[in-house]
Structures are given as structure tokens and as C-alpha cells.
């Protein structure tokens, strides 16, 4: 199982990114999806989650509104369209298998990808 996120980098407060989580090794399809963010300092927080067809997505309130998770089942990648970013959204973002909030039913992670929000 192999989860390879992409797309972070230094934007400014208002502006946006798109990250994008590559799986490989497992049947995509077959499962739910997770983003979960850890900024400097602090513990891992979910964010958003999928379910394995994509019809369901669930957001945390910090970002419900501003971000949108969905997947292609057909690419085996999971995204994460990321708007009206603000410095506290500033955190390691990692994708998850396996579960769409509960980080201790998620059994695989990726490395993450970093997000940096400043002027």
C-alpha cells in the first residue's frame, strides 16, 4: 500500500491549493478516504473524509465551506480543493485509508504534504 500526496506549498491568507493523494498497492474503490492535518506543534486533526464510491463527504467545522475532498476512483486519487486558506490552516496534510473521521480506524498514511499559509 502506497498513499503519495502532493500539491502543497506557500500560498497567502485568501488564496487556494489543491492537493492530490496517488494510491497505489490496494483496490481504491473499495475503500474510504481520509485528509487529516497536523499543524507545527500540535496533534493530528481530521479534516475531511470520502466514502469508497464518493457519494458521502464529511468536513471538520474549521473548514466546512472552504474545502472539498472528492476522489477518482478511475485514477486511484483522492483530492483535496483547498479555498479561502487562512494561517491557521498552515499544517502537515496527510491522506488515510480506511476510515472517513476516526483516525484510529485508518490504517495507512501517507508522508504528507506541507501547506504554509502567510503573507
Known amino acids: 500500500v502506497q498513499l503519495v500526496e502532493s500539491g502543497g506549498g506557500l500560498v497567502q491568507p485568501g488564496g487556494s491549493l489543491r492537493l492530490s493523494c496517488a494510491a497505489s498497492?490496494?483496490?481504491?474503490?473499495?475503500?474510504?478516504m481520509s485528509w487529516v492535518r497536523q499543524a507545527p506543534g500540535k496533534g493530528r486533526e481530521w479534516v475531511s473524509g470520502?466514502?469508497?464510491?464518493?457519494?458521502?463527504?464529511y468536513y471538520a467545522d474549521s473548514v466546512k465551506g472552504r474545502f472539498t475532498i472528492s476522489r477518482d476512483n478511475d485514477k486511484s486519487t483522492l483530492y483535496l480543493q483547498m479555498n479561502t486558506l487562512k494561517p491557521d490552516d498552515t499544517a502537515l496534510y496527510y491522506c488515510?485509508?480506511?476510515?472517513?473521521?476516526?483516525?484510529?480506524?485508518?490504517?495507512?498514511w501517507g508522508k504528507g504534504t506541507l501547506v504554509t499559509v502567510s503573507s
Open positions: 488515510a485509508r480506511g476510515a472517513v473521521r476516526s483516525l484510529r480506524l485508518m490504517d495507512y
Open positions: 470520502i466514502n469508497s464510491g464518493g457519494s458521502s463527504t
Open positions: 498497492g490496494f483496490t481504491f474503490n473499495n475503500y474510504s
